[in-house]
């Protein structure tokens, strides 16, 4: 009986289970395996093995946490919060410096990134904050000023590391999560002409290798072998790429060092390079799906604080892949922010893997809610 038992309740876990995002993200960590491969001049390591590993451990890690409810990401939301922001305070006083960068703790076993953490603790924070908030009180300052609390000390300390690219990515998260909680647009409007007349004295403020990005950005081919080199052998190799590319193992500008980061933050160039624009199609349409699943989900929440948490984790998501596509094609400047699931690396991939987690947590609450 207890066999019968057995193998009746393992299919019913399975089916349950939301398959189209979890093979969309196998699809995607499948592509990135096979073009790291190739980048490391057709070896498994040091990049290629690794990354299957990683996406199989934060998968199943994934899987656990679909089975949190509700009640407890909303518990965990604030204290998430504090912890992550205790770490980036940590940071700060003892963290490890890489590449004049300082946004690592190092735990012995592990190196930590506080700030990717913060991009998925940033989301829960403010839905739970606009879940409890009082619809009287939605329009009036009451709801301005701790949002702007909750979003500024996580964004201030990130750009002292300093990391503009993780910082523009929280701040991007937390205002998309107050704009569905239904902030007045002139809010907005307003904040980004604050902004746009602030530019002078934020640029000023900034780190000279910020400055020299934005300038690269302006006028590429001003320096195109010393600080415009990054961006443009990328768009060498997206452009030589073709419609169909070179060919699988036949790469010049990665296989040859033309092409810096080639696994990293400009993996979509070096597959470009030997898929053309057919593999840069499939790479989107994943993503699109998988985004849009997402905000799928935030459309049948029952609840505010699910509903914000969705769009949030989806809007995250976005920010990662439309940040990386433009810079690597140009259309943004070089700020770091890797292709996720797709550029080696632990921290974009677990990043991702929590979003899905949550996500899934929220879809299987919606469908027993429906249900009773």
């Known amino acids: 009986m207890r066999s019968a038992t057995g193998r009746g309740l393992v299919p019913a876990a399975l089916r349950a289970l939301p398959w189209t995002p979890v093979l969309l993200v196998l699809a995607i960590a499948s592509f990135s395996c096979v073009v790291l491969f190739s980048a490391a001049g057709g070896s498994l390591k040091p990049w290629a093995l690794n990354q299957g590993v990683r996406v199989i451990v934060f998968l199943c890690m994934a899987l656990a946490l679909s089975r949190v409810s509700e009640r407890m990401l909303q518990i965990a939301a604030f204290p998430l919060y504090g912890l992550f922001l205790l770490l980036l305070f940590g940071v700060e006083m003892v963290g490890a410096v890489k590449g004049g960068s300082q946004r690592w703790l190092d735990l012995g076993f592990m190196e930590l990134q506080p700030s990717e953490m913060m991009k998925v603790a940033i989301v829960l924070a403010t839905a739970r904050f606009f879940s409890l908030l009082p619809a009287s009180q939605l329009r009036t300052v009451a709801a301005l000023w701790p949002a702007a609390v909750l979003m500024g000390l996580p964004v201030g300390l990130v750009m002292l590391q300093p990391d503009l690219g993780t910082a523009l990515m929280i701040a991007g998260s937390a205002a998309t ?175 991702v893997m929590i979003c899905l987690g949550i996500l899934m947590a929220i879809e299987r609450d919606s469908r027993v809610g429906a249900r009773v």
């Open 177 to 351: 999560v107050t704009f569905l909680a239904g902030l007045p647009l002139r809010l907005y409007i307003g904040a980004a002409l604050a902004l746009a007349a602030a530019a002078p004295i934020i640029f000023s403020t900034m780190h000279e290798y910020q400055r020299n990005r934005v300038l690269i950005f302006l006028d590429p081919e001003s320096d195109p072998l010393g600080k415009g080199y990054h961006i443009s052998q990328s768009k060498i190799a997206i452009g030589s790429g073709g419609l169909f590319g070179k060919g699988y193992l036949q790469g010049t500008q990665s296989r040859l060092d033309y092409l810096p980061e080639r696994q990293t933050d400009f993996v979509f160039a070096t597959m470009a390079e030997e898929w053309g624009l057919a593999g840069g199609l499939y790479l989107i349409a994943c993503f699109f799906l998988f985004i849009g699943w997402g905000m799928r989900v935030a459309g049948r929440a029952r609840t505010k604080f699910a509903r914000l948490t969705a769009a949030g984790l989806a809007t995250t998501i976005f920010f990662y892949v439309a940040i990386n596509l433009m810079m690597v094609m140009g259309l943004a400047p070089v700020v770091g922010i890797p292709l996720p699931l797709v550029s080696y690396g632990g921290s974009a991939v677990m990043t």
